[in-house]
């Protein structure tokens, strides 16, 4: 049913926001040097890596870290990499990681490759079997600003609870916060 649901909604989510991608790219194009599409390394379902597409928000020359770990983020953003992470907009193209089965819309965020205690402590949790998705019960619960040991139990608590009602309410609050732009900051 999960996997209906995620094929369904991210073939209707691309075609609905069609226009708003190609706008997106656009304005990444314009902007800034490189490509338009960045490919994160991540861990998937079993500790599988995968590259993760999202709209470039940051300059070609960024470490490969995550941002919260890098000294000035900001500093490494493009011209519009701020509007299109604090409005959620550079995620768009994970519809397409969605719709091929790397992700889910609802699942642990996917780690990247070189987060090593994120990923030993969910695989010592279990949380590795789950598919990693768009959004999830941390993300909802305080996305970067929290610890890693808060991350993964809530994560913990999102593979005991994990049901279609669930996942109703996690994309729920994941849509208010995107509206409010909580827990972004930068």
Do not use: C
């Not at 070609?60 to 409005?87: C, E, M, W, Y």
């Not at 909802?140 to 609870?161: F, H, M, S, T, W």
Request: glycine share 6%; no cysteine.
């Amino acid at each position: 049913m999960k996997r209906f649901f995620d094929i369904f909604l991210s073939l209707l989510s691309m075609i609905v926001l069609l226009l708003p991608m190609l706008i997106v790219a656009l304005l990444v194009k314009l902007t800034s040097k490189g490509p338009i599409i960045y490919l994160s390394e991540r861990v998937g379902q079993g500790n599988k890596l995968f590259r993760m597409p999202k709209f470039r928000s940051m300059r070609i020359d960024t470490p490969v870290v995550a941002t919260h770990l890098l000294q000035n983020p900001t500093d490494f953003l493009t011209p519009v990499g701020s509007f299109i992470r604090k409005s959620s907009l550079d995620e768009l193209p994970q519809l397409w990681s969605i719709l091929i089965g790397d992700m889910s819309f609802v699942g642990p965020r996917p780690a990247l490759f070189n987060q090593t205690d994120l990923i030993e402590l969910r695989t010592k949790h279990g949380i590795h079997k789950l598919v990693p998705g768009l959004t999830g019960w941390a993300q909802v619960n305080g996305r970067d600003e929290l610890p890693i040991v808060e991350k993964v139990a809530l994560d913990a608590e999102y593979a005991r609870r994990k049901s279609v009602r669930f996942d109703i309410l996690i994309l729920s609050l994941t849509a208010q916060k995107v509206l409010r732009r909580d827990g972004i900051s930068h």
